[in-house]
């Protein structure tokens, strides 16, 4: 007994000297989060209590404009605005769904978020390590100034003199859509300085509440999250920089499961309501965030966070490999950000009716035309591989795969396999093969030389087959154009050369300005070969900032410089082709490669659709994956039908198991031979399919039942696709499982 009661005695001591530690340890944190909150006040805490979460009362909206199916309203109090659309009597709001706001449960700062115009991140440089916080027009307490009228709405200013900030922006209604615009030049910053900022962020927002509705993301081809009120992954939502993450801002430039927002637009569906939503000006600063319900509140939302400084590594040791989280105060990512809404009819509220008004918009606004001349068979798109390398004793070791005679004879026998209309694009021509960067550089002995080019591009030409050459100018391993990495490579924020990581190592990123250059230095040596045109790789897929003080560029600077690139080589060669592309390239391109037909698969939706595929069939021809390397043959075949692709196949005359160890294309099922008889049939299967609505836009979409799919072109013809393995009848009409079959408008 002596030794228990001893034993309690000792545990009650123990445990009085850890709560006198402890309560010591908070009067110390208690001291020290005193001294540095006035270091660093923050005028927005505890501000959410005194400023009352409510929505505008709709009776203090006037009239600022009206167009011939739009009438805009504006509160110049609360800084908000109310679209009613002539056509269907609806009515959007800048704000969230009032009749669901008496509903919303989630209170503090964020209700304040909700009822605001304009929340915000940002942080004081002035104090050491500080974190990046975040607020509202509202809890602020933020007033409306400068109002003006201009044509077809007002401009304003959100004051926030609590922060030191002043955001101009201007609302205005032109035809079917709204347009809201932030003025760069005159935000003002003072002590503070901004991270991001989102301008009507709750825009159209909606609880669930058993709604037919979906918001839509760009990613892959397209995907919608559809509302849900039972959803189990509630702190799961989208985030994605539009044309992709910066690699500037990034510690290396590597490999990422998910697909990159290419596409600068999101979309909201609910019932006979929907909206398209197009970044038309900024979209290279922006990242487009959607929060389904249960994320944050119990509204759906979508909207583009406008990115004004971006966290970047700034290296301390390079041999220790240690480096810090920074921003950079002085440099704002500066343009005007600006965002057009088109607000959708009746029956055209879906993502195909989205898609649609943006197909309409890259026509009218991006210069884009429908396809004309368009043969009657479909075109068969054959890429071959010349050489590539792999590691060997001494260095690399040059890997011979396909040779021009080779290329010529794999030409001549598709042709008598009965398959009239082709094209060529030739990759690994190029001294070295594949993998090695740079851009012209003699085409290798070991393939014929270029009179072996110009022999088996004279072959094609009597075939009528135009030939691409692949050419990369965005790595550069060979010192070709006179690249020295030191002068020409990409910089990031903190000066350090920017490399990609791929299987043969890491390659310096060349800046876009010496590509530029180098292009137009070697644009005749290709048109002395014969080609037809250039398939630039990398180049319009990727976007980045460089901060390489003699020849750097913002990244707008490097949109336009693409642009450039891809309207010099139609010029000078007639075809410009682009693998993957950001949508920014599309007025400049005549071909897309590889334009995803999926998407990242998030818990938080569940399928693709083919948005992309809808906006450009008929005016740009595309393909998806190559067929012959692909992992679901039967599967991906048929998304290829039921999302217009053309047919596309990768060859080799070598066999693919030369390639297993390659430091550029890893191919697995390349051989010629051991393709060419599927190839041809499974071409005859595309040409049936597509050969007549090739040059057609796609007006419909939809799911007939699970895993049946429909698509409908203009001229009335339905395609669809059975991906299940039983058979399904439409209309009299029976499609086989693992099949597809056309329907024409009128019946079977």
């Known amino acids: 007994?002596?030794?228990?009661?001893?034993?309690?005695?000792?545990?009650?001591?123990?445990?009085?000297?850890?709560?006198?530690?402890?309560?010591?340890?908070?009067?110390?944190?208690?001291?020290?989060?005193?001294?540095?909150?006035?270091?660093?006040?923050?005028?927005?805490?505890?501000?959410?209590?005194?400023?009352?979460?409510?929505?505008?009362?709709?009776?203090?909206?006037?009239?600022?404009?009206?167009?011939g199916i739009l009438i805009l309203k504006v509160d110049e109090t609360t800084g908000h605005f109310i679209v009613e659309d002539k056509r269907n009597g609806n009515v959007w709001r800048s704000y969230p769904n009032p009749e669901d706001f008496e509903n919303e449960t989630i209170g503090g700062i964020w209700k304040t978020h909700l009822v605001s115009p304009l929340m915000f991140q940002y942080t004081d440089f002035s104090v050491y390590n500080t974190q990046p916080r975040e607020s509202n027009f509202r809890t602020l307490g933020g007033t409306i100034k400068d109002?003006?009228?201009?044509?077809?709405?007002?401009?304003?200013?959100?004051?926030?003199?609590?922060?030191?900030?002043?955001?101009?922006?201007?609302?205005?209604?032109?035809?079917?859509?709204?347009?809201?615009?932030?003025?760069?030049?005159?935000?003002?910053?003072?002590?503070?300085?901004?991270?991001?900022?989102?301008?009507?962020?709750?825009?159209?927002?909606?609880?669930?509440?058993?709604?037919?509705?979906?918001?839509?993301?760009?990613?892959?081809?397209?995907?919608?999250?559809?509302?849900?009120?039972?959803?189990?992954?509630?702190?799961?939502?989208?985030?994605?920089?539009?044309?992709?993450?910066?690699?500037?801002?990034?510690?290396?430039?590597?490999?990422?499961?998910?697909?990159?927002?290419?596409?600068?637009?999101f979309g909201i569906h609910s019932g006979d309501k929907g909206l398209l939503a197009v970044i038309e000006d900024g979209a290279e600063y922006s990242?487009?965030?959607?929060?389904?319900?249960?994320?944050?509140?119990s509204y759906n939302w979508i909207t583009a966070q406008q990115t004004y400084r971006a966290p970047f590594e700034q290296i301390t040791n390079r041999s220790k490999g240690t480096s810090f989280t920074t921003y950079n105060k002085d440099e704002r990512?500066?343009?005007?950000?600006?965002?057009?809404?088109?607000?959708?009819?009746?029956?055209?509220?879906?993502?195909?009716?989205?898609?649609?008004?943006?197909?309409?918009?890259?026509?009218?606004?991006?210069?884009?035309?429908?396809?004309?001349?368009?043969?009657?068979?479909?075109?068969?798109?054959?890429?071959?591989?010349?050489?590539?390398?792999?590691?060997?004793?001494?260095?690399?070791?040059?890997?011979?795969?396909?040779?021009?005679?080779?290329?010529?004879?794999?030409?001549?026998?598709?042709?008598?396999?009965?398959?009239?209309?082709?094209s060529v694009t030739y990759l690994g021509w190029q001294k070295g093969g594949y993998a090695e960067y740079g851009g012209y550089f003699d085409v290798d002995t070991e393939l014929g030389g270029e009179q072996g080019m110009k022999t088996f591009i004279e072959h094609a030409h009597s075939m009528d087959i135009p030939v691409m050459?692949?050419?990369?100018?965005?790595?550069?391993?060979?010192?070709?154009?006179?690249?020295?990495?030191?002068?020409?490579?990409?910089?990031?924020?903190?000066?350090?050369?920017?490399?990609?990581?791929?299987?043969?190592?890491?390659?310096?990123?060349?800046?876009?300005?010496?590509?530029?250059?180098?292009?137009?230095?070697?644009?005749?040596?290709?048109?002395?070969?014969?080609a037809d045109g250039l398939l630039l790789m990398e180049t319009g897929s990727r976007l980045e900032s460089d901060y390489n003080t003699r020849i750097g560029v913002t990244r707008t600077d490097s949109i336009s410089i693409q642009q450039e690139l891809f309207d010099l080589v139609r010029s000078e060669l007639g075809e410009a082709w682009v693998e993957s592309p950001n949508f920014y390239m599309l007025g400049s391109v005549t071909h897309v490669n590889a334009l995803p037909d999926d998407y990242s698969y998030d818990?938080?939706?569940?399928?693709?659709?083919?948005?992309?595929?809808?906006?450009?069939?008929?005016?740009?021809?595309?393909?998806?994956?190559?067929?012959?390397?692909?992992?679901?043959?039967s599967h991906d075949f048929l998304r290829d039908i039921e999302f217009g692709a053309l047919p596309s196949f990768i060859f080799t005359a070598s066999a693919a198991e030369k390639l297993t160890e390659a430091h550029g294309l890893q191919l697995k099922s390349s051989h010629y031979e051991s393709w060419a008889e599927t190839a041809a049939l499974e071409y005859s299967r595309y040409n049936e399919a597509l050969s007549e609505v090739q040059d057609q836009f796609i007006v419909g979409h939809q799911e007939l039942a699970e895993g049946v799919k429909a698509t409908t072109y203009e001229n009335g013809t339905m395609i669809i696709v059975n991906y299940t393995e039983a058979p399904f009848v439409y209309k009299g009409h029976e499609i086989a499982g693992q099949s597809y079959s056309l329907v024409k408008e009128g019946g079977a």
């Open 147 to 265: 109002i003006t009228e201009i044509d077809g709405g007002v401009q304003w200013t959100y004051d926030m003199p609590a922060l030191g900030f002043s955001v101009p922006v201007q609302i205005r209604i032109q035809d079917d859509y709204l347009e809201t615009k932030i003025i760069d030049k005159g935000i003002k910053e003072e002590q503070y300085s901004l991270i991001w900022l989102r301008l009507f962020p709750f825009m159209a927002a909606e609880h669930s509440a058993d709604r037919e509705g979906y918001l839509f993301v760009p990613d892959g081809s397209g995907t919608l999250i559809a509302y849900d009120d039972h959803r189990l992954n509630t702190n799961l939502g989208y985030q994605e920089s539009v044309y992709g993450k910066d690699p500037s801002f990034m510690s290396r430039l590597g490999f990422s499961s998910r697909y990159p927002a290419q596409m600068p637009v």
């Open 333 to 422: 990512f500066g343009t005007d950000r600006a965002v057009r809404y088109y607000l959708l009819d009746k029956g055209k509220s879906d993502y195909v009716g989205m898609a649609e008004r943006y197909r309409t918009y890259l026509m009218e606004e991006k210069g884009l035309r429908r396809l004309t001349d368009i043969g009657s068979d479909l075109p068969l798109h054959i890429t071959l591989l010349g050489g590539d390398s792999e590691d060997g004793m001494l260095g690399s070791r040059y890997i011979k795969a396909t040779t021009t005679e080779e290329a010529a004879d794999i030409l001549s026998d598709l042709r008598r396999r009965g398959i009239e209309q082709m």
């Open 469 to 530: 050459l692949g050419v990369n100018y965005e790595f550069n391993n060979t010192g070709n154009g006179g690249f020295r990495e030191q002068y020409h490579a990409i910089r990031n924020m903190a000066g350090t050369m920017q490399e990609a990581r791929i299987r043969g190592g890491e390659v310096y990123m060349a800046s876009k300005q010496f590509i530029l250059e180098a292009l137009q230095k070697e644009l005749g040596s290709y048109a002395k070969l014969g």
């Open 1 to 67: 007994m002596r030794f228990a009661t001893y034993r309690k005695v000792i545990f009650f001591l123990l445990l009085a000297l850890v709560v006198v530690f402890a309560v010591s340890r908070l009067e110390v944190k208690f001291r020290e989060d005193q001294t540095a909150q006035a270091a660093q006040p923050d005028p927005s805490s505890g501000s959410a209590e005194q400023q009352e979460a409510v929505l505008p009362s709709e009776a203090d909206f006037n009239q600022a404009a009206e167009t």
């Open 287 to 297: 990242d487009i965030f959607a929060a389904p319900s249960g994320m944050l509140s």
């Open 603 to 633: 818990l938080f939706s569940q399928e693709a659709v083919p948005f992309a595929q809808i906006a450009l069939h008929g005016l740009i021809p595309y393909t998806s994956g190559f067929e012959n390397d692909r992992q679901q043959f």
